[in-house]
């Protein structure tokens, strides 16, 4: 037997033992949906060493772990367990899943507009709305990767955000999801969903923590829906333990004169895979993606970017930056597409990458496919280590090596910090980061 097979009945055998007691499994639409998935994830198993798109990621540590879905309640947290993860201010509204598990006594609801709907996944799939099934699957298709096939059929909790034409949610919305300390061997598939109608807005800080040191495995998918004249922000954070495996997809998709930003902020994991895409699908639709990644020991983050513009005179930004420590690796693959009709097209693509230890690898690949004559697009990667010189400067006013050499680092990443609009989130992003930073007196051998 090969070992696509046994992954492949392994997790079949999951499923069909566990699909009958997972969220909105009486529901007819969402069954249906599920057992498509899985039978297209039978077909495919995890993605191969040759698939192109995983050439950089091997998947083989995760391949031979074997995890089991959620149980019925979270365990129990006090709110002091988690009060280094929240926000007293202005993220008032906070949904709290702790390994896999929607945790009420843990969440804080808040005074929202008339018509916006903020409810864990595993509510809104068994009270589903026409928005939910709508849209629910539409952006991040099955067909599309093994992860989010696996995913939609064993998709458990998340959260829902639904905002009614015209509104704007002033509030942001955040989205805790945390591992307990003594999770071992879980695996639970986050489902979220924003969806903001015309001329709507609304944030969203989706949050992942690892609070121990065994293995786990998350596996994300996120869709969001930003029609014309809506705004759309989603922060993600994500701090996994070390023994975390983290896998997630982010779905964007635009109408005429939208915007849509995603901050991506990955700063810890065993194995960390990201694939944000975006689909303008009108004129005038922007797009911003931020992105920053860290990495030490032997942790592995890989970045996928791909931004189609499917119409004219559309833009995207996108700006990534990665901080790699000891054997860490990392990845970056960005493409963005300009199909035929999108005439007047601008997009600026850029990468940047920091080596602090000779061991440390990165491998970027800013990709651009442009199919129409009328453009403005550009793309660029670097690969480099701390300035010598401006180290130099920094110790000759006094300053020891390692708080020179983090003042640099810092400095380095701070481009991306401070794109973060939402000061307490802002500050929260600066004491993680300070925290990652290395304590080395010299470059490893």
């Known amino acids: 037997m090969s070992e696509q097979t046994e992954i492949v009945d392994r997790y079949t055998t999951l499923f069909e033992q566990g699909h009958e007691r997972l969220p909105g499994a009486s529901a007819g639409w969402v069954a249906e949906r599920r057992r498509a998935a899985m039978n297209r994830f039978a077909e495919t198993g995890f993605p191969a060493g040759r698939d192109e798109e995983w050439k950089y990621t091997s998947l083989r540590p995760l391949e031979k772990r074997e995890f089991a879905l959620p149980g019925a309640e979270a365990p129990a947290l006090a709110p002091e367990d988690i009060a280094a993860y929240t926000f007293d201010e202005p993220a008032a509204l906070r949904l709290v ?45 099955p067909e599309g990767t093994p992860f989010v096939a696996l995913n939609t059929a064993l998709m458990g909790d998340g959260v829902y955000v639904y905002v009614p034409a015209g509104v704007q949610v002033e509030t942001p919305i955040h989205a805790l999801f945390l591992t307990s300390p003594g999770a071992e061997a879980l695996g639970p598939h986050y489902r979220n969903l924003v969806v903001a109608e015309e001329a709507a807005s609304v944030t969203v800080l989706e949050d992942f923590v690892g609070l121990g040191e065994g293995a786990y495995f998350n596996n994300v998918v996120t869709e969001a829906v930003a029609p014309k004249d809506a705004q759309v922000e989603v922060y993600k954070l994500q701090q996994e333990g070390p023994g975390g495996y983290h896998v997630a997809t982010f779905e964007g998709y635009q109408g005429e004169n939208s915007v849509l930003t995603h901050h991506n902020i990955a700063l810890g994991g065993r194995l960390v895979r990201n694939d944000v895409n975006d689909v303008l699908d009108a004129e005038g639709a922007l797009v911003n993606l931020n992105g920053l990644y860290l990495g030490d020991g032997r942790e592995h983050v890989d970045n996928h970017t791909r931004i189609d513009h499917l119409k004219a005179n559309a833009e995207s930004r996108e700006y990534y930056k990665g901080i790699l420590d000891g054997r860490a690796r990392g990845v970056f693959n960005g493409k963005v597409v300009v199909q035929p009709e999108a005439q007047g097209t601008e997009s600026d693509q850029q990468n940047r990458n920091l080596l602090l230890s000779r061991n440390a690898e990165v ?83």
């Open 97 to 141: 899943f702790v390994d896999g598990v929607y945790a009420p006594e843990l969440s804080r609801t808040a005074e929202l507009p008339a018509g916006v709907e903020v409810r864990p996944m595993s509510e809104a799939l068994g009270e589903p709305s026409e928005a939910l099934q709508r849209h629910l699957g539409r952006y991040a298709d």
């Open 363 to 445: 491998d970027p690949k800013p990709e651009l496919e442009i199919f129409a004559d009328d453009v403005s697009c550009t793309h660029g990667a670097t690969v480099g280590q701390l300035d010598e010189d401006a180290l130099f400067f920094l110790r000759s006013r006094g300053l020891g090596y390692e708080d020179a050499r983090n003042l640099l680092i810092f400095g380095f990443a701070n481009e991306i910090i401070e794109r973060v609009r939402i000061e307490p989130v802002r500050a929260r992003l600066e004491e993680r980061l300070l925290k990652r930073l290395p304590h080395t007196e010299a470059m490893e051998e």
